[in-house]
């Protein structure tokens, strides 16, 4: 009987645990969709950490105290950015606003374009009111702070912004410090036996996403220069704002570099058609010595990833935590590769 009541009572418990499970993974989404905020802080400062640990460790090779070192670094950083925010954010802001007031011009001019005309009969006028709508938006000053939400929104979202950087560079700090201190912890879960090659594995890789997020600044960095160079060189107005708008963009590799190129070569045919083939020829140059020259001498020390998985891994991390996702994920994927090279290949091989 009781063997009878005990299979009896199965489907029940079955039901019963899984209605748990299922109550149990709702509870962790929701609290993961809350702290999402928090968990992006925790990642970002993460990937500045393992970013600023190589200058660090170079520091440290002259007898620099690991504190002393982190903190040389953590304000040098600090010094170069506000030395770029003193200098460029004032002629940012300029050129942003002479841009949005300029705008509705400029899409005005890309709707007279033998191109767009040419698609906008095919699509039955669809591109030109879609344009002309913009630029009626944009004409309108009073319905620039609707762009982002409201007055009210701009100043939560300044202030978010300001709070989120403190909190970024507080935990950039924290990890700096205390890098060594967490490898070493995590290692004593390892076996004792494979401690040694666990340590040796979380330092390369440690080592390959710090050279390699300096590594794509540099890179994007780069870019940006250059393209301010010729963009200023001849006359295009925004330049200051395309520069800081392609770095960005090129901190994603492929993806980013050709989006910023794009987006570029668009803005200057609305202003000047022969600037914008001088910029297309300059970028189509460009991003094949980028591509084939200064990535690869660049990024030499870091883990070569696939381009097919670049491009997927950014497209991913884009999705789902925008910029900073993207920025992640390419060295995630580099992580998550050497990992694979290094101890499933090997284990494989033995079998």
Known sequence: MPAQDLRVSNPFLIGLFGGLGVLTALLLGGAVATLANVITYIFAAMFLALGLDPLVSTLERFNFPRPLAVLTVVVGLLALLGVLIWTLVPSLITQSTRFLETAPQLLQDITQLPLVIRLDDQL??????????????????????????????????????????????????????????????????????????????????????????????????????????????????????LAFVVFVLAIIPLVGSVTGAALVVIVALAVDPTSAIVLAIYYLIYLQLEAYLISPRVMKVAVSVPAPIVVIAALSGGALLGVLGALVAIPLAASIIFIVREIFVPRQNKR
């Open 124 to 241: 039955g006028g669809a591109i030109g009111s879609a344009l002309l709508n913009a630029g009626a938006f944009l004409a309108d000053s009073a319905n620039w702070p609707t762009m982002v939400g409201g007055v009210v929104q701009v100043g939560i979202n300044l202030f978010n912004g300001v709070f989120g950087f403190i909190i970024v560079v507080v935990l950039t700090v924290f990890f700096l410090a205390s890098l060594d201190g967490l490898k070493a912890s995590l290692s004593k879960l390892v076996p004792k036996s494979k401690r040694a090659r666990y340590k040796q594995i979380s330092d390369q890789v440690a080592n390959s996403v710090g050279r390699y997020v300096i590594g794509q600044v540099s890179v994007a960095g780069l870019n940006a220069l250059f393209g301010f160079i010729v963009m200023t060189i001849l006359g295009l107005q925004f330049a200051l704002v």
